[in-house]
């Protein structure tokens, strides 16, 4: 019972170094999201794909790519990381035809920084 | 963008006490939805609101869709150390593109000492 799957769980960063969170979902979802999620701020959209080859930037888009794989994989990346961009990230799913707002997340990846 | 804001931030709960938070917007939501997390976890759907004045419960969970639709609370009743969490409200706009949530602050819900 797999759901919505992230790595890494835990990445460390200098400045101007990249990486890429990876998401997998075995749900048959069509959309999928990343969300980041910092103190008091709630998780604010950074992009999301409401299907298969499309990508759409949400509220905070800047500093980050996405790409949608395939229908299973969605991956955020960092190109140059700042310090800023410290912050727990969500990867989730949900299915395009229930339209009840039910996002199923993974457990989240904490990347610092320094 | 839309903004929802949520209240109180925290709180402390006494085992068997009842409590209550709630979300406002400035806009017009078509859904509401009340979201769980857990320490180390993602969050988990507790409560979908599809109309306005709509009460739904939960088990020892009970949510409101606010008549003007800009507005929601949660209340729990009997509250037990497995309460402990942060909880979110979220919105969302009719036929949103991607279904696309917008989030509140969250309320963080902990034990008193």
Redesign the interface.
């Given at each position: 019972n797999a759901g919505?799957t992230q790595t890494p769980k835990f990445q460390v960063l200098k400045t101007g170094q990249s990486m890429t969170l990876q998401c997998a979902q075995d749900m048959n979802h069509n959309?999928m999201?990343w969300?980041r999620q910092d103190p008091?701020?709630?998780?604010?959209?950074i992009y999301?794909?409401?299907s298969e080859g499309t990508t759409?930037k949400?509220?905070v888009p800047n500093g980050y790519n996405v790409s949608r794989l395939n229908k299973r994989e969605f991956s955020l990346r960092l190109e140059s990381a700042a310090p800023s961009q410290t912050s727990v990230y969500?990867c989730?799913s949900?299915g395009?035809d229930?339209?009840?707002?039910?996002?199923f997340?993974?457990?989240?990846s904490r990347l610092t920084v320094l | 963008?839309q903004q929802?804001n949520?209240s109180p931030?925290s709180m402390f709960i006494q085992e068997g006490e009842d409590v209550s938070m709630n979300c406002t917007s400035s806009s017009i939501f078509n859904?509401w939805?009340w979201y769980k997390q857990d320490p180390?976890?993602?969050?988990?759907?507790l409560i979908?609101l599809y109309k306005a004045g709509e009460l739904t419960s939960n088990g020892r969970l009970t949510a409101q869709f606010g008549i003007t639709r800009k507005d929601s609370f949660l209340n729990i009743s009997a509250s037990i150390p497995s309460d402990v969490g942060i909880y979110?409200c979220?919105g969302?706009l009719f036929?949103a593109?991607?279904?696309?949530?917008?989030?509140?602050?969250?309320t963080r819900v902990l034990v008193k000492p």
């Open positions: 919505v959309s999201y969300y008091g701020m709630g998780l604010r959209l999301y794909s409401a759409d949400g509220e969500f989730a949900s395009r229930l339209n009840t707002g039910e996002l997340f993974g457990e989240g | 963008g929802l949520q931030q859904t939805l180390g976890e993602g969050p988990v759907l979908a979110f979220a969302q036929k593109a991607g279904n696309k949530l917008t989030f509140g602050g969250g």
